[in-house]
């Protein structure tokens, strides 16, 4: 059971250029999430998922795009990249009851 | 819109300290409250689920309590190790939709 996993580990784009970021997890969740997170913001939400066919934009959605693949993947993707989305992207996943979320190990992407 | 606080930013204690590290937030209005654990480089650990309806929970050397109506929370670590060291978030969802509101994080060096 290895929980929720993210590729890559890391990731080094320049400006303008595209890239997805993958996201599976094994618990059978029904819902995911997109959040990034930078050096005193905290951690804000990209996208969600509430079930597989449905997604929403969360906090900070501009300049991301997302696709639930299926129940198991979701995945968020950069059309043209900017310096301004560099910063750590974590994906998650709960069930509706307890509704308690987990977190995969990250994602770490600079743009130059 | 709600606001989820952590004070203080960081916290130095000697080995064996009993330890409080605090949660406020503006909205009384939540579904739940999550603490996480979190490690330089590292995603996110849950700690602690608690629902609206329940006054705190408990999980080995760890206690969490909510007080809804002060807007406040607490994660309570007896007898710290060095290996509590890391940095320790709150989390409030307002409602089963899913979306975390985040706290900055606490960050907890136990000192041998």
């Known amino acids: 059971n290895a929980g929720v996993t993210q590729t890559p580990k890391f990731q080094v784009l320049k400006t303008g250029q595209s890239m997805t970021l993958q996201c599976a997890q094994d618990m059978n969740h029904n819902s995911m999430y997109w959040y990034r997170q930078d050096p005193g913001m905290g951690l804000r939400l990209i996208y969600y998922s509430a079930s597989e066919g449905t997604t929403d934009k969360g906090e900070v959605p501009n300049g991301y795009n997302v696709s639930r693949l299926n129940k198991r993947e979701f995945s968020l993707r950069l059309e043209s990249a900017a310096p301004s989305q560099t910063s750590v992207y974590f994906c998650?996943?709960?069930?509706?009851?307890?509704?308690?979320?987990?977190f995969g190990p990250g994602t770490r992407l600079t743009v130059t | 819109k709600q606001e989820v606080t952590q004070i203080p930013a960081a916290l130095s204690v000697p080995e064996g300290e009993n330890l409080v590290l605090n949660c406020s937030f503006t909205d009384s209005a939540i579904y739940n409250l999550q603490w996480f654990r979190q490690d330089p480089g590292k995603g996110l650990t849950s700690l602690l689920l608690?629902?609206?309806?329940?006054r705190e929970q408990t999980s080995g050397r760890l206690n969490a309590s909510l007080d809804k109506s002060s807007g406040r929370s607490t994660l309570y670590i007896a007898a710290s190790q060095p290996g509590d060291s890391a940095t320790y978030l709150c989390?409030?969802?307002?409602?089963?939709?899913?979306?975390?509101?985040f706290g900055q994080g606490t960050t907890l060096q136990v000192k041998p």
């Open positions: 998650a996943s709960s069930e509706s009851q307890p509704n308690e979320q987990y």
């Open positions: 608690i629902q609206s309806s329940q």
């Open positions: 989390a409030v969802k307002k409602s089963n939709t899913g979306k975390l509101i």
